[in-house]
Structure formats: C-alpha cells, structure tokens
C-alpha cells in the first residue's frame, strides 16, 4: 500500500510539473514574463483578471481564502495589477492583506442562473401542461420579492466587510442573471397566466418589444438591487456590472456579440459602464454572412476574422463612449476584454492574432477605457493563452500610460466604428488644450494615409496608418504644432 501511494504522489508531481510547463500561468513565469510599468500608475484603478494569481500550478490558497505574501501583491501592483476577490464575507482576510500591502480592494465575482428572482417561493412562471420547456422554467420577471432578499443579504456582507476595517474600492461584477432577453424567456414570459396580468399591455405581443423592454428593465434591477447596497456602503466606490452601457437614439449601442443593439438606456445608479471586447467565435456565425458583400468568395481566414473581431469589439466602448460624452461625461468605463473566448469552439474558426488584439488594446485607452477586467480564463487546448491576455493587456497599459495627463484628463476624439469592408485608416485619440496622442492602422495589408484636424482651430494634416500601426504626439505651441511619430 505504502509503494501505492508514494507511486501515486510521484505520478501527481509529474502531472503538476507537467501542466505548469504547458501552463505558464503561475506568479513565477508571470512576474519574469510581465515586467514592471515603466510609467507610474500609482493612485490609478488596477487591472484585473478572471483567473486569481497562484504560486504554482497546485496553490489553492485563493480558492480558502488564503492571503498572498504582501511582496506578492506589491510585485503585482508593479505591474498594474490587482488580485479581484469574491464579493463575499469569507474573502475579508483576503482585502485585509491587499489593503496592508497598499493594494485597491477590488469585488469582482461572476453569477447567473435564476435567482436572485427564485429566491421567494412561487417565483416561478406558471406554464400550462401543454407548454413545452426548453431548459429551466425560469421566475416571472416582474417579482421583485427575490431581489429584495438578495439586497438585504447583500448589505450584511458589506457591514462585514465594513466592521473588519475594510475599504471596498471597486466592484466590478459579473452578474448575468435572469432576467434575461432571449426567445424562450420571451415564450415563457407570454404563456405565463400572471405575467400576462403584470406586464403593461404590448411588451408580450412581440419578441422585439419583450427583449428590449427586458435589456432595459434589467439595467435598472441591477441599479436598484446591486449598485445602490454598495454605494450605500462605500459611497466612493466604483460600481458596474457585466455589459452595462449606455444606449441613445443618436448612437444605440451594439450588443456585445453584435447580436441586434441595445434600445436607449441609462446606467442608473452605476458609476462606471463595462463595454465588452471579446474575440469570440460566436461572432462568424452571427455576422459573417451579414459583413460581407461577396461572403461566398470571402475566405475563412486569420485577415478576414481580423476585421470582423475588430468590427465587433471596436463597437461597444466607442457607441457607450460618444453616449456618455453626450449624457454622462462623469462616467468611468471598465471593459471586459479578451482576445479568444470560444463560445461555440470552432477550429474552423481562427481566433483574433495576437498582433490585431495588441492594436485594438491600444484603441480601447484612447476611446475612454479606465481599466480593464482581462477574462483570462482557462483554454485547454490554448493554455498558453491564460498568461498572455495578462501579458498583452499590461503591455497596452503601460503604452498608454506615458500619456497619464491625457488619460485622465484628454477628450476622447473619434467614436467612428469602421464598417468591416472599409479600407480607411482605423485611428483613436485623446486631447487636450495643448497636446494630444492619436494611434491609427490601417486594416489591410496596404499603408492608408488619412486628414486630420487635431484641434478645431488647428490645419488639416496628412498622417499614415501602416499595417503594423503607428502612434503620433502632437504639442502645441504658439500656435505651432510639433508631430511627432513613435
């Protein structure tokens, strides 16, 4: 027995050796691969990530709520990073420790399923027997008794986090509970006899009209029952939840696989919008055959998918950008991005290239990103990618950060979302009274040159976006501008 288990020690050691090595995800490789900003981030809101950060291929400290070395979480802060923890009592001795190590405590947790709206008792739509359920029968939506429960469950977590001395200083969540907007919602929703007496009269008559009244119905849910406990809280806290945007009759936003676009909508008592910019495979069998003018003779392939993915994740920060220009300029912008999320797992299908994902990275800065949320989750048949979504977007953030005062402070210039056939210059920037930064390329294998007015009162100039992309630095002075290309 005893040569049993030492066999079996020695085979487990292997295999932890094993995926470490074909999974370079550990605090180790990251800290030798990621080095620290070269441009200071202090006093900045950190980056996060999906996947938490472990010693070895075996740690599960984070998983029983196991501190970290305070060198650890400094080294991370370094790099503009931040350890998210679970918005839950549990995960105190967790803040505890990054608050000691001079780190923002930052809630990130994912959630979804029925509740909080089957939480009361007879939640649930009342079907007849005739009706036949695909998946979950799922709660009216217009009860409210479930989420009122949640709140309440949900401000005792934040007392406890209050009462241990902590400081929650954003909460960037992942909520996406019902209720939700698709066609068997809306089939559910319409054959329930109570729902039928609860909603106005119209909203069930059409899948449109259910979807986009649910789209902003749940926006304000969410506002009520999540936003508004935390900000009661710790009133400074920077609060959004998964995919919240703004929408406006002059600019509906995209929806974040480019399904159909958002109606109008407000945030609510949120204080920061989470456009997402996701390469996701779903996108080809969504758009694919709606993109392309001559899609039959348009190949599958690495530059045509490029276009398509930057088409979709340019979509969402720009759209929720020029509405929160217009309507709430004091809104912060969190994006969830990530270069590969497989969704239908199509080899056929080629995933962003890493080049394309870098430049549209550097774009997300300069169209009103603060932070980022990196869905670095694991790929088995891509581990390496968990580490280089970490990689990609601290390199993007450490680019932006040489232009801090235009970051925080510059007027984003162009929202313009390029057509996926448009052969254009695809350019972003930021300005401000006397400076300003503009990152183009151009989406094709051939350089574009492009008109630009940086100022109102400045000349037109000529500037080439090239393939591989190109960033200018304008000052003026005088009424002199100096451009400068790096």
């Not at 030798?32 to 981030?41: C, V």
């Not at 899609?295 to 340019?314: A, C, I, S």
């Not at 300029?329 to 999320?341: A, D, F, G, K």
């Amino acid at each position: 027995m005893r040569l049993i288990l030492i066999l079996l020690a020695w085979c487990l050691g292997i295999c932890a050796v094993a995926q470490q090595s074909a999974d370079p995800y550990v605090l180790d490789t990251l800290f030798q691969r990621i080095p620290p900003l070269s441009h200071d981030a202090h006093g900045r809101l950190p980056l996060i990530t999906w996947e938490p950060f472990r010693q070895s291929a075996t740690d599960d400290s984070f998983s029983k709520d196991i501190p970290l070395p305070v060198a650890t979480y400094t080294a991370l802060a370094q790099r503009g990073l931040a350890q998210a923890i679970p918005l839950t009592a549990k995960a105190i001795p967790l803040a505890l420790a990054m608050q000691q190590a001079g780190m923002a405590v930052v809630v990130m947790e994912g959630n979804g399923g029925d509740a909080p709206g089957a939480l009361e008792p007879d939640a649930l739509h009342k079907l007849p027997r005739s009706f036949d359920v695909e998946g979950a029968v799922h709660p009216c939506p217009l009860l409210l008794a479930g989420w009122h429960t949640q709140a309440m469950a949900l401000r005792a977590t934040l007392k406890a986090f209050k009462d241990a001395g902590v400081t929650i200083d954003a909460a960037w969540l992942d909520w996406e509970n019902e209720p939700l907007w698709g066609s068997e919602e809306w089939e559910q929703a319409r054959h329930c006899p109570r729902c039928q007496e609860l909603f106005s009269p119209g909203v069930l008559d059409e899948y449109p009209t259910y979807r986009d009244f649910i789209v902003r119905f749940r926006q304000q849910l969410f506002s009520t029952y999540l936003a508004a406990p935390i900000r009661e809280a710790f009133p400074k806290c920077v609060v959004t939840n998964w995919a919240v945007v703004h929408s406006s009759p002059e600019r509906l936003t995209l929806h974040y696989w480019g399904r159909f676009r958002f109606p109008p909508m407000t945030i609510g008592l949120f204080t920061a919008t989470n456009p997402v910019a996701y390469g996701n495979d779903i996108e080809y069998s969504l758009l694919w055959d709606k993109v392309w003018a001559n899609r039959k003779e348009t190949p599958l392939d690495q530059p045509h998918m490029d276009q398509l993915y930057t088409y979709v994740m340019l979509s969402q920060i720009s759209e929720d950008t020029a509405n929160a220009q217009r309507w709430a300029p004091e809104t912060l912008s969190i994006p969830w991005v990530c270069r590969y999320c497989p969704d239908m797992d199509d080899a056929a299908v080629p995933m962003m290239s890493r080049t394309r994902y870098r430049e549209l990275l550097r774009h997300l800065w300069l169209r009103g990103a603060d932070s980022l949320q990196i869905f670095n989750a694991f790929r088995p048949n891509h581990p390496e990618l968990r580490l280089q979504e970490v990689e990609d977007a601290v390199t993007s953030y450490d680019e932006a950060l040489r232009y801090r005062t235009l970051l925080e402070h510059g007027t984003v210039m162009n929202t313009h979302v390029p057509g996926v056939m448009e052969a254009g210059a695809v350019w972003s920037g930021l300005r401000g009274n006397e400076e300003a930064v503009v990152r183009a390329f151009a989406p094709g294998l051939t350089p574009v040159t492009f008109a630009l007015s940086v100022w109102d009162d400045a000349p037109l100039q000529s500037l080439l976006a090239s393939p591989e992309g190109a960033t200018y630095h304008f000052i003026r002075r005088h009424g002199v501008i100096e451009t400068t290309r790096e």
